[in-house]
């Protein structure tokens, strides 16, 4: 079925630098890609999302990036604190179906 | 505020026996999901549902059945538990086409069959 590469499964940063991650899709009918934040223990929570008709959306810190041609989007977290240490997930809807497949996550490490 | 509450939230079963988790929500959404999530795999879509008397199957559905009575809730049961089963569970509403809103999910029921 439909997959969700994520890239990388680990990223340490310094505190103040930038982190980025990397996710691809295959289905080129696919037009909603939400990410979500999972801390220990808890459940994964909506940080960002973009569709189609986008290319580029920025909520604060946060940037997402789509580039709908070559089936990629990453998101871009810009001044990275402690806080924003924790597994985040991207995810992709394939065609309109109403569901969502998600990577396989990537652990993010802030270093003080 | 959205909300979607899971029951249980631990639970111990043995193996061979029926397991029933369940999920309600009370912002009328229409789309429902149950994903496990398990180290190195991510989460996977188990069954999903686009309306009371919906059930659909996702990646993973086999050992699992599904059922949604109504808008508000949303049954995963496991009739033969199997320690593979072992697992988080996490079950969400809304999604794609719900507004434009993701899905929003629910705390987890941690799952281990003995």
């Known amino acids: 079925g439909e997959q969700v590469e994520q890239l990388p499964s680990i990223l340490r940063v310094q505190e103040g630098s930038s982190a980025s991650i990397n996710c691809s899709y295959e289905?080129?009918?696919?037009?909603?890609f939400p990410w979500y934040k999972q801390e220990p223990g808890e459940n994964p929570k909506l940080i960002i999302d973009?569709?189609?008709?986008?290319e580029r959306k920025q909520i604060q810190e946060l940037i997402v990036l789509l580039d709908k041609k070559a089936k990629r989007f990453s998101l871009h977290i810009t001044d990275t604190q402690p806080g924003d240490s924790a597994m985040y997930f991207c995810?992709?809807?394939?065609?309109?179906?109403?569901?969502?497949?998600f990577g396989l996550g990537t652990t993010l490490q802030v270093q003080p | 505020e959205a909300a979607v509450t899971q029951s249980p939230r631990n639970k111990v079963a043995v193996t061979g026996g029926k397991v029933t988790l369940s999920c309600n929500q009370t912002?009328?959404?229409?789309?429902m999901y149950w994903y496990r999530q398990d180290t190195g795999h991510g989460l996977r879509l188990i069954h999903y549902s686009y309306g009371a008397g919906s059930t659909e199957k996702g990646d993973i559905p086999d050992g699992y059945k599904a059922s949604r009575p109504s808008q508000e809730n949303f049954s995963l049961i496991l009739e033969l538990a199997t320690p593979s089963q072992t697992s988080v569970y996490f079950c969400?509403?809304?999604?794609?086409?719900?507004?434009?809103?993701?899905?929003?999910f629910g705390e987890g029921t941690r799952l281990s069959v003995l």
């Open positions: 969400a509403s809304g999604g794609p086409g719900q507004g434009n809103q993701a899905p929003l």
């Open positions: 912002n009328n959404h229409n789309n």
């Open positions: 995810a992709a809807e394939p065609g309109n179906t109403g569901k969502l497949i």
């Open positions: 289905d080129s009918a696919s037009n909603y």
């Open positions: 973009i569709r189609s008709n986008m």
